[in-house]
């Protein structure tokens, strides 16, 4: 197949980790005879450095006009003190807008090589495989009115009937692929906006009778990933609770550097690793590029639909932590690899 | 001296661990020649049953002309289907807002008896020893508009600088008492009442040099409490996040049963243990009234200027841990006692 996808690297390690991602794209590309035209866009701190603008239209514009997009990563001190409109996040959020995605999932699976590396007891996270369904595309984040004067600061919890039944879908969707039981987050016991999800989920559930539901309030939640994470299958919660518990779960898988993400629903498809831009990282090939060399196997599988390449892809990434290899922050056993032997040894692994 | 308490006991296991509590206390009064004049009143679910009410004008108006409330715990699956006013929550929410308490001090700190029974590795979660700052009075929980239609659930995050301020004092002023250093936790890079709330914080402490001050965002600190808890000294935060943060830190201490609260800053100031009402363990004697009793330490230190008091109360509970005797959630080596035993155990050690 022909696909063309948007290369938007961003900030700090995010072109360290987009490289090693494209190289492994490109061999997939080779060995299944596929063409992927890749094109590089900036966005981010980057965009604002090269224009002034965090999402310049043209890269908005190349995004819409591709089959998915590849992101590193956004994000920068030096750009703290920026108003809203000039800081490196806007970028990905104006871009997640203005590819209508909203549905962020966000999994979260301990793999055994790793166990040992998570903060938690081994007995405890042993066996973590989570998959949290992150709403995207509204809540705090974009809802209106929001403004800021020297005297207050407002932004606004709202959603619609319609923006919780989508998101709801696709988790049901998503449980059906995994082990079938949804548990949707909120703060129904005092939020109004929580009282409207837990609703429109329960109504939701009708369609899935063979998936199980169940509701945890956030702070609950907040407990349960760490006491019993293995408990999980599919998450499903709101943009800015997503935002922290997914946050959460991944520390405690041991592989942070290593979690991918996809963000559906939209005109076109997003994909990213669930890690920031480490700037104190950038430049010393030390980043871990597997979270983003597994957000490119996502790609294949759910923007292309090429789910053979997606599992290999996948499997190859495995294979090169089984043999005991990896980047820095991974505990591995046998050899520590910079940025570029990790994405080569993923390639060779292929 | 002579105080009246008002103590509202709750639903679930709150009746039994305010017994303990309250136990204790008379003890502190016979010790030392004071007078603690106790008047119990219907609180949450318990007062629904009683008056159809979650939390009656006569509760309110004893609490207001009290020295110090005494709560246990609100919440029972039973009233989840009720509407926002008849939620035992909600008779918590308008007592907090009844008294204009505004701080909300969580202390989460690893007892060294109990770092075996957290879920995080012990060399990790050692020497852990927070304090919570949880801004109680604004912010999603209160802030207006707010609504809820078959179609549309709406609420706001809105900050005024005033309410900042407050309690961001009320922060700088307990890392004094501490190891003088404040992390104040937001979401800047995307919310404006966020930025708001930055902007405050550091203005503030201007006025407080020799506290050290950083901020996080709040999915970092989601990961930071689990990757490196002992690294904090006071985390300040708005009410939502800190409803979250508060809760996942406290998990980890291997005690959530341990831990005491008390809101300040208002007319009278409210202590409760960070626990729920846990229904299914109510009125079997296993509950764990450690918290509660601590929190009436918190009492006797905050609301009663009973410094030594407050101290011998705490050092009882700690002896009686100490000595490897607890209820059966802490991981204790020698004796598991029954809520009422180890209130007693308490009691003996003063
Ligand atoms: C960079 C930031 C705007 C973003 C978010 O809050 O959504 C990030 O934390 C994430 O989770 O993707
Ligand atoms: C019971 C509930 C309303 C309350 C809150 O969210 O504040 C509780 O979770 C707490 O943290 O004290």
Same mark, same amino acid.
């Given at each position: 197949?022909?696909?063309?996808?948007?290369?938007?690297?961003?900030?700090?390690?995010?072109?360290?980790?987009?490289? /090693?991602?494209?190289?492994?794209?490109?061999?997939?590309?080779?060995?299944?005879?596929?063409?992927?035209?890749?094109?590089?866009?900036?966005?981010?701190?980057?965009?604002?450095?090269?224009?002034?603008?965090?999402?310049?239209?043209?890269?908005?514009?190349?995004?819409?006009?591709?089959?998915?997009?590849?992101?590193?990563?956004?994000?920068?001190?030096?750009?703290?003190?920026?108003?809203?409109?000039?800081?490196?996040?806007?970028?990905?959020?104006?871009?997640? #807008?203005?590819?209508?995605?909203?549905?962020?999932?966000?999994?979260?699976?301990?793999?055994?090589?790793?166990?040992?590396?998570?903060?938690?007891?081994?007995?405890?996270?042993?066996?973590?495989?989570?998959?949290?369904?992150?709403?995207?595309?509204?809540?705090?984040?974009?809802?209106?009115?929001?403004?800021?004067?020297?005297?207050?600061?407002?932004?606004?919890?709202?959603?619609?009937?319609? /923006?919780?039944?989508?998101? #709801?879908?696709?988790?049901? /969707? #998503?449980?059906?692929?995994?082990?079938?039981?949804?548990?949707?987050?909120?703060?129904?016991?005092?939020?109004?906006?929580?009282?409207?999800?837990?609703?429109?989920?329960?109504?939701?559930?009708?369609?899935?009778?063979?998936?199980?539901?169940?509701?945890?309030?956030?702070?609950?939640?907040?407990?349960?990933?760490?006491?019993?994470?293995?408990?999980f299958d599919v998450i499903l919660t709101d943009n800015m609770f997503g935002d922290i518990l997914s946050d959460e779960a991944s520390v405690l898988t041991g592989g942070l550097g290593m979690l991918p993400s996809a963000s559906l629903g939209g005109a076109v498809a997003l994909f990213e690793p669930?890690?920031?831009? #480490?700037?104190?990282?950038?430049?010393?090939?030390?980043?871990?590029?597997?979270?983003?060399?597994?957000?490119?196997?996502?790609?294949?599988?759910?923007?292309?639909?090429?789910?053979?390449?997606?599992?290999?892809?996948?499997?190859?990434?495995?294979?090169?932590?089984?043999?005991?290899?990896?980047?820095?922050?991974?505990?591995?056993?046998?050899?520590?690899?910079?940025?570029? /032997?990790?994405?080569?040894?993923?390639?060779?692994?292929l």
């Amino acid at each position: 197949m022909k696909a063309r996808i948007a290369v938007l690297p961003g900030d700090g390690i995010g072109p360290e980790v987009v490289r /090693e991602a494209l190289g492994c794209l490109d061999r997939i590309a080779d060995l299944g005879g596929h063409t992927f035209v890749c094109q590089a866009l900036p966005v981010g701190g980057a965009a604002l450095d090269a224009c002034g603008d965090p999402l310049p239209a043209s890269t908005l514009e190349a995004c819409l006009a591709s089959d998915a997009v590849l992101l590193g990563a956004v994000g920068h001190p030096r750009f703290d003190a920026n108003p809203n409109p000039l800081k490196p996040e806007t970028g990905l959020l104006r871009l997640r #807008a203005g590819l209508g995605v909203y549905a962020n999932l966000r999994p979260a699976f301990v793999h055994p090589m790793l166990a040992g590396a998570s903060p938690l007891r081994e007995e405890i996270v042993r066996g973590t495989d989570m998959m949290i369904v992150r709403e995207l595309a509204g809540g705090l984040y974009f809802a209106e009115p929001r403004s800021l004067t020297a005297e207050r600061g407002v932004n606004t919890l709202a959603y619609a009937r319609f /923006e919780v039944e989508r998101i #709801a879908r696709a988790a049901f /969707e #998503a449980a059906r692929g995994r082990r079938r039981r949804v548990t949707s987050v909120d703060k129904a016991n005092v939020l109004e906006s929580s009282q409207l999800w837990r609703t429109v989920v329960k109504e939701v559930a009708a369609d899935y009778p063979d998936v199980a539901l169940d509701h945890l309030y956030v702070d609950a939640c907040a407990m349960a990933i760490v006491t019993r994470p293995a408990s999980f299958d599919v998450i499903l919660t709101d943009n800015m609770f997503g935002d922290i518990l997914s946050d959460e779960a991944s520390v405690l898988t041991g592989g942070l550097g290593m979690l991918p993400s996809a963000s559906l629903g939209g005109a076109v498809a997003l994909f990213e690793p669930v890690h920031g831009s #480490a700037p104190d990282l950038a430049g010393q090939d030390v980043a871990n590029p597997f979270g983003a060399i597994l957000s490119a196997a996502m790609l294949l599988r759910h923007a292309l639909g090429l789910a053979a390449e997606a599992a290999a892809l996948e499997a190859a990434v495995y294979d090169v932590l089984a043999s005991g290899r990896g980047t820095r922050d991974l505990a591995v056993p046998r050899a520590t690899l910079g940025t570029a /032997e990790a994405g080569e040894a993923v390639r060779a692994a292929l």
